[in-house]
Structures are given as structure tokens and as C-alpha cells.
């Protein structure tokens, strides 16, 4: 079907989701989960083709880890539909009520965003998470997955739409785009009649091409060059897990740690540690001066590197003289995803959440945790960046927007 048509088939559903009752669409999700795990070897089989293409151009292994899916990644997949379904329906949701003096009965009430535009790169579980969140929230999908994972989202697509024909619900509730036509992206950009909300998720280079070019309203979801203090009162044997987690545990993913800062009172006890620790990972450690200092192997790090979201086995380090000094680093080099502090002083923690300027702010803990599934949204459209409408990890809720009902009984404005 060509662009319009889906825009045209997307505009039309949207009103039927909107009034789609809660019972009705926690029974299609629960049958989308059922629907994936039956499909499993299909889409392994597509999956395996875009992985088998995307090597034989030379992706960077960390894309590669993206695209991948395994059927343990299928089954994470449809619990999170699952989950999903087990939440809270938000739409209908009373956010505010209140009498006028005179007699207007006034409610804010959430309701549907409508359709819902998503631009993403090579992570095809991205189809799933979004059909099921927007889904749920009452509102139609239109899906523009990378080229590297066409087979893939075609894949995954089909099932779920095989899935919603057989509860009788219209398969239009999501569509993906499969011309790969950068052309065709540019005219998704802009339809405006169709679309009433665009999310792209990916690199930099997506989410700046998709704010520029945009004349549909825009969530960005942005770029993870997180950071994590090692402040001087932190728990050194706490910190060196947290650490390597945050940094090891998946490379290719915004949430993973790029940038450690650490204070000058700690650096030379601390980094040698750690230096080894991240050694037996495989990581390469860029520093500053000082750093170098205590691990003389390490690559001298540039200004560049501290603004660097490496999605690789590669870490920068700033030593810092003062909590204020890495809050003000931190600040500056940031991309406003998720930034930790390791510290047992309250008062130092309490500072570092007040005046870090980022979506996830964390104490004590890996920043690996900024995701819509550990939060306990069930999936999550994206993490949002920006201060307006939605920040963090987007579910349910920043899926919606809300409408005032007033109700009167013969009023009328003097």
C-alpha cells in the first residue's frame, strides 16, 4: 500500500481504538504475545537474514547486537506485551474535576494521542514494544524501521496483525512502512493530515533529521552519553560492579555508561582497580592527565571523547577536584538521558539529583536501569530526552493526551 494509503487506513482506526473498551484490547495483546512465541521460527529465519546481510557489510558489532533476536529476546518480546496488558488502561483516566459557579461540571480526561508515527533504527523487538504501547493507549501505529531490519519487522508485523484479525479487531491498529526510499521517510516527515505525532528512535544523526525535517509534532527520544560519578565518600567495593554492568552489560544500548567521572580524593586507590576490572571486559579506557597518572596504559582522552555515546567496549574518564566540578561536567557533556552518583553521604547524593539536568537521575545504581520494562511499564515507546509532554522512559501514560468534558444545563456566556 502506498504512503497515503496508510495514513488513510491508520486516520480511520484510530477513532475505533479510542473507544476500543480496556477488556477488548487486553484480550488482542494477550493473543499478539501467544502469536510471536508461535511465529518464533519464522522470524528467527528473517532475523537471521538481516543479521547475515548486516555483517556481510561490515556493522559495527554493537548494531549487530541490536538487530540480532534470539528466541529468548522473542520471549522477552511478547512478556512485555503481556505485561502490557496487565497495566492499567490510562484512556478514559479523570486527570481533574471541578464546578464552576456557575454550574459547569468540568473534567480533564485522558484520551488517545490518535496516530502515532515511529521512525527507528535496527532493533526489531522496537515493533513489538511500540504496537503494544500504542496499542494499549488506544492509539493506531504507522512503523518506519531501518533498512538493516526489514525482514524482520515484516516478520514481526505480520504476526501481530495476523493476531488482531483474529480477535476480530482491524489489522490497520499497525502498519509498517516497507519502502526503503529515503524520499519516502521525507513524505512520512510530513504528513500531517494522517499523522498527529512522529517518535523517532536511533542515533543522533535519525533524531536530528527527524526534528529538522519534521512538519508533524516530534518526541525526540535522545542519544545516551551517560555518565557516572564516583564521588569521594562512594563505596569503592560497591562501585566496581555497578560500574561494569553499566558499561559491559550491553554495549549498543542508550542506557549503557560512557563517561565515568571520578574525584581527585579516590583516583589513585580506585582506578587501578577498576582499570583491571574493566581489562577482563575487554574495554578501552580513555583518560584525562590525571587518570593516566594512576593507569599510565590507558589512551589520553580528548574533549571529544567526553561528548562521545561510543555504543562500544570504550569508556572516557574526567577527574574531578569537587562534587560541584562533576555536576558541572555532567551538565556540559551530558545528552540529558541518565547520570548516576556512588556516594554514601545523603546531603552529596541529594545535590547530585537536584542539579542534574538529565531525564533518570540515580544514586547507587547502574543506569542500566532506564527502561521502560524495569520501571515496570512493560515495554516503553523510547526514552524521551526533551522537557516538554514526556521525559524518561515513555509508557502508558505519555501516550495520551487529555480533552476537558464540560457539562452544563442551559448555560450561557453574558
Known amino acids: 500500500m502506498e504512503l497515503k494509503g496508510l495514513g488513510k487506513a491508520a486516520a480511520a482506526?484510530?477513532?475505533?481504538?479510542?473507544?476500543?473498551?480496556?477488556?477488548?484490547?487486553?484480550?488482542?495483546?494477550?493473543?499478539?504475545?501467544?502469536?510471536?512465541?508461535?511465529?518464533?521460527?519464522?522470524?528467527?529465519?528473517?532475523?537471521?537474514?538481516?543479521?547475515?546481510?548486516?555483517?556481510?557489510?561490515?556493522?559495527?558489532?554493537?548494531?549487530?547486537?541490536?538487530?540480532?533476536?534470539?528466541?529468548?529476546?522473542?520471549?522477552?518480546?511478547?512478556?512485555?506485551?503481556?505485561?502490557?496488558?496487565?497495566?492499567?488502561?490510562?484512556?478514559?483516566?479523570?486527570?481533574?474535576?471541578?464546578?464552576?459557579?456557575?454550574?459547569?461540571?468540568?473534567?480533564?480526561?485522558?484520551?488517545?494521542?490518535?496516530?502515532?508515527?515511529?521512525?527507528?533504527?535496527?532493533?526489531?523487538?522496537?515493533?513489538?514494544?511500540?504496537?503494544?504501547?500504542?496499542?494499549k493507549a488506544g492509539n493506531a501505529c504507522i512503523l518506519k524501521g531501518g533498512s538493516d531490519a526489514l525482514s524482520s519487522n515484516l516478520a514481526i508485523t505480520e504476526s501481530l496483525r495476523a493476531s488482531l484479525k483474529e480477535c476480530g479487531i482491524n489489522p490497520d491498529a499497525v502498519q509498517l512502512i516497507t519502502d526503503t526510499d529515503r524520499a519516502v521517510t521525507e513524505q512520512f516527515m510530513r504528513m500531517n493530515e494522517?499523522?498527529?505525532?512522529?517518535?523517532?528512535?536511533?542515533?543522533?544523526?535519525?533524531?536530528?533529521?527527524?526534528?529538522?525535517?519534521?512538519?508533524?509534532?516530534?518526541?525526540?527520544?535522545?542519544?545516551?552519553?551517560?555518565?557516572?560519578?564516583?564521588?569521594?565518600?562512594?563505596?569503592?567495593?560497591?562501585?566496581?560492579?555497578?560500574?561494569?554492568?553499566?558499561?559491559?552489560?550491553?554495549?549498543?544500548?542508550?542506557?549503557?555508561?560512557?563517561?565515568?567521572?571520578?574525584?581527585?580524593?579516590v583516583r589513585e586507590r580506585f582506578l587501578p582497580m577498576l582499570a583491571q576490572a574493566l581489562r577482563e571486559k575487554n574495554v578501552e579506557l580513555r583518560g584525562d592527565e590525571r587518570a593516566l597518572e594512576a593507569v599510565p596504559d590507558m589512551l589520553e582522552a580528548t574533549e571529544a571523547d567526553f561528548g562521545t555515546e561510543y555504543l562500544d567496549y570504550i569508556l572516557s574518564i574526567k577527574t574531578v577536584d569537587s562534587l560541584e566540578e562533576a555536576i558541572r561536567h555532567i551538565n556540559r557533556f551530558s545528552t540529558g538521558h541518565s547520570d548516576a552518583i556512588l556516594t554514601e553521604d545523603a546531603e552529596r547524593a541529594e545535590r547530585f539529583l537536584n542539579e542534574v539536568d538529565s531525564a533518570c537521575v540515580y544514586v547507587n545504581a547502574s543506569t542500566r536501569f532506564t527502561d521502560g520494562f524495569e520501571f515496570g511499564f512493560g515495554a516503553e515507546i523510547g526514552i524521551s530526552t526533551q522537557k516538554l509532554h514526556a521525559r524518561g522512559p515513555m509508557g502508558l501514560s505519555e501516550l495520551t493526551s487529555y480533552k476537558y468534558v464540560i457539562r452544563g444545563n442551559g448555560q450561557i456566556r453574558s
Open 194 to 265: 494522517y499523522v498527529d505525532v512522529l517518535i523517532p528512535r536511533g542515533g543522533a544523526g535519525l533524531i536530528r533529521a527527524v526534528v529538522e525535517h519534521s512538519t508533524v509534532p516530534v518526541i525526540e527520544t535522545g542519544t545516551g552519553n551517560c555518565h557516572i560519578y564516583v564521588d569521594a565518600y562512594a563505596d569503592l567495593a560497591k562501585a566496581i560492579p555497578i560500574i561494569i554492568n553499566a558499561k559491559t552489560q550491553r554495549i549498543g544500548v542508550c542506557n549503557a555508561c560512557e563517561s565515568l567521572v571520578i574525584h581527585e580524593s
Open 13 to 135: 482506526v484510530k477513532y475505533e481504538l479510542a473507544c476500543m473498551p480496556e477488556e477488548e484490547k487486553n484480550r488482542a495483546l494477550l493473543a499478539a504475545a501467544a502469536g510471536l512465541i508461535r511465529d518464533t521460527d519464522r522470524i528467527l529465519t528473517a532475523n537471521a537474514k538481516d543479521v547475515a546481510d548486516g555483517e556481510a557489510k561490515g556493522m559495527h558489532p554493537g548494531l549487530v547486537d541490536r538487530l540480532r533476536l534470539t528466541k529468548e529476546r522473542i520471549q522477552a518480546m511478547a512478556e512485555g506485551l503481556k505485561q502490557v496488558s496487565a497495566l492499567p488502561d490510562p484512556v478514559g483516566e479523570v486527570l481533574d474535576s471541578f464546578t464552576r459557579p456557575n454550574g459547569l461540571k468540568i473534567e480533564k480526561r485522558r484520551v488517545p494521542l490518535g496516530v502515532i508515527g515511529i521512525i527507528y533504527e535496527s532493533r526489531p523487538n522496537v515493533t513489538a514494544d511500540a504496537f503494544g504501547l500504542c496499542f
